[in-house]
């Protein structure tokens, strides 16, 4: 048998040497995990900076601060009702914004941070980017919780900001977080605009919205949207001073488009009702019967205004809040109060959504990315331009005679008539005749009227004009009782009831005839 003679002390240098390689090995990987990527280059910084700087702003119409008539057609007399005539006007609207509704909490594209295609944006895709992301430091705008209300997130995505923000809100809140209101109500025209109005770009975000109001239905001729936003605070990011601080490694240029690319600097949360109003009142009325609710301190509607709400189609539609106010319906304004006073502050039972968000352009300097939300919409309006009115005789009264050997009654003749002054040769008359006079006494009841309709008269200088001459036959001579005239303006006629005027024929002492007339604006 052959013995295999072993040097300990050579072994055990050889066992110590492997343990040694082993450890110094691990530690070195241990190392190179901590420090991270390695840093971008300056030159390629800067050339990146450079292109992205040259890339262009969006593509999308210049912005106009107020509507613009861009066609109109003649007024024609309307067919389901002959005293209106209507014409319709085209608008162009293109507002332009530095913050956006979010209509949808749900997205997965819109968070603090998050990396967008630029020429995605006008279209309302929002494609984000993605690349290996260098860290990012978000900040909440509450000043009453009890730690620290910043957050680093060192890989951003939609999961770790979510989970970054939870840290924020999960820390203790001392006292009341009053919500910041704002309240807008904007009259609607069409689906189209509905977007517009509301300021919502992303996708399909007005589509809830644009569902709870039918523009196809014709029955009530006002359509309003009321924007009624409660804002608890803003989640805002920290701005980077490089558009290459945005990543660990560089993205391709072709990815990012011809477009300069843009991020999502600031969320605001809170809650938010849109309310979608049908109504045949003005805008003027709505407003002022839901400013008097909102003010009432209970919801309640006062009696001069529960007639506009009760005519009005009313539904809301509700963002953020707790769980069972996002699933509650509301259909009219004592809702929308009660919804509004039992949610006015943050807290983790009502911590709020997504409401609004702001875009900035990645580029040296961080800009504001002013979306401007291009629509066309047609307005027809109609009005009162065939008005009609109504002149009537109503009768003669014989109020005083001489008495004696003529005795209680008069022998009259001569004419009464109602006419307009311009726009219509139509009249009421009355007349008779000396050989067929009108032996009276008290009252002669004439009861006779005509209607005449006029086109766009001028209320302030037109008038209905009430005139007579009357004649008491006599057996020696005629006894001229006068002729007598008035005039009454349009603007001067109700519509609600008829106007009376009076002639009075007394020239002839010891006579006296009264002509009864009355006119009324039927239409």
């Not at 978000?138 to 979510?162: C, F, H, M, Y």
Request: aromatic share 8%.
């Amino acid at each position: 048998m052959k013995t295999v003679t072993i040097d300990l002390k050579k072994f055990l240098q050889l066992v110590l040497t492997t343990i040694l390689f082993t450890l110094l090995f691990l530690s070195c990987s241990k190392n190179e995990i901590n420090e991270g990527p390695a840093p971008i280059p300056d030159d390629l910084a800067n050339s990146f900076n450079t292109s992205v700087a040259n890339l262009s702003g969006f593509v999308q119409p210049e912005e106009i601060s107020e509507p613009e008539v861009i066609d109109e057609n003649d007024p024609q007399r309307d067919t389901e009702d002959a005293a209106l005539e209507c014409s319709v006007k085209t608008f162009k609207a293109a507002p332009g914004f530095d913050e956006l509704l979010s209509l949808d909490p749900t997205t997965d594209v819109i968070y603090p941070g998050a990396l967008l295609k630029g020429e995605s944006i006008p279209s309302g895709e929002y494609i984000p980017i993605t690349g290996s992301r260098a860290p990012i430091t978000l900040s909440a705008s509450l000043t009453n919780i009890s730690g620290s209300p910043v957050v680093a997130i060192e890989d951003p995505k939609l999961s770790t900001v979510r989970e970054g923000i939870k840290t924020i809100l999960d820390q203790e809140v001392t006292g009341a977080t009053a919500a910041r209101v704002s309240f807008e109500i904007t009259q609607v025209y069409s689906e189209q605009q509905l977007n517009v109005a509301i300021g919502a770009n992303y996708r399909s975000a007005g589509v809830k919205v644009s569902a709870a109001i039918d523009f196809s239905n014709n029955t009530k001729r006002n359509k309003f949207v009321l924007k009624y936003l409660q804002t608890y605070y803003t989640i805002d990011m920290d701005l980077p001073n490089n558009p290459s601080d945005l990543f660990n490694s560089l993205p391709d240029l072709a990815l990012l488009g011809s477009t300069a690319p843009v991020f999502v600097s600031s969320v605001a949360y809170g809650r938010m009702v849109i309310y979608t109003i049908e109504t045949n009142s003005s805008e003027s009325e709505i407003n002022a019967a839901l400013s008097a609710t909102f003010a009432s301190g209970d919801g309640s509607v006062e009696a001069n205004y529960k007639e506009t709400i009760d005519e009005s189609t009313i539904k809301g539609l509700i963002i953020g809040g707790s769980g069972s106010d996002a699933a509650q319906t509301i259909n009219g304004p004592a809702e929308v109060y009660s919804f509004i006073a039992e949610g006015g502050d943050y807290s983790k039972d009502s911590p709020g959504a997504p409401l609004a968000y702001k875009l900035r352009f990645i580029k040296q300097g961080t800009p504001v990315a002013r979306i401007v939300l291009s629509t066309e919409y047609p307005i027809r309006t109609c009005d009162l331009a065939y008005p009609r009115f109504k002149i009537t005789i109503n009768n003669l009264r014989v109020v005083n005679t001489p008495g004696g050997f003529e005795g209680s009654h008069l022998e009259l003749f001569g004419n009464l008539k109602g006419k307009v002054n311009t726009g219509s040769s139509s009249e009421v008359s009355w007349s008779r005749s000396k050989s067929n006079n009108l032996r009276t006494e008290g009252t002669h009841t004439i009861n006779q009227s005509v209607e005449i309709e006029l086109y766009r008269p001028n209320y302030d200088s037109d008038y209905v004009e009430l005139s007579g001459s009357l004649t008491d036959e006599d057996t020696s001579s005629d006894d001229f009782l006068g002729s007598r005239s008035v005039r009454v303006q349009l603007r001067d006629i109700p519509t609600a009831a008829a106007l009376p005027r009076e002639l009075r024929f007394d020239e002839k002492p010891q006579h006296d005839v009264r002509a009864s007339f009355s006119v009324q604006r039927i239409r």
